[in-house]
């Protein structure tokens, strides 16, 4: 995720005057708001998912391991939310390149 966020805030503060704080202030309100979702759903599967991984009682990992090894119980939490994820995070790039754009003035940015 640091590497979206450093593009998300990279295209947000872009054309904004660093001197001016509201304009700091509203830029980073404009990346940190549909962050937000994103950032606390991918936290909350990580500790859910570390939980399952790594944190199971000694008796329950081999009805985990057979769970996770031949049931689609995985794929079904993590994988089918994936593609949706994907392309809202595109949606949102765009949105992001647009506004970088405008930011320019429709200068090239090579």
Known sequence: MATEDGYFIGRRLAG?????HHAVRRALQAYETPRKPHTA????QAFILGKVFHHAPRPLQVVRDLILDH???????????SPAEIVKQIAEIDAAE????AALGGRATG
């Not at 647009?98 to 754009?101: G, S, W």
């Open 16 to 20: 904004v005057d660093l001197r001016d």
């Open 98 to 101: 647009q506004a970088f754009q």
């Open 71 to 81: 049931t689609p119980l995985l794929q079904k939490a993590v994988g089918e939310a």
């Open 41 to 44: 759903r991918q936290s909350q």
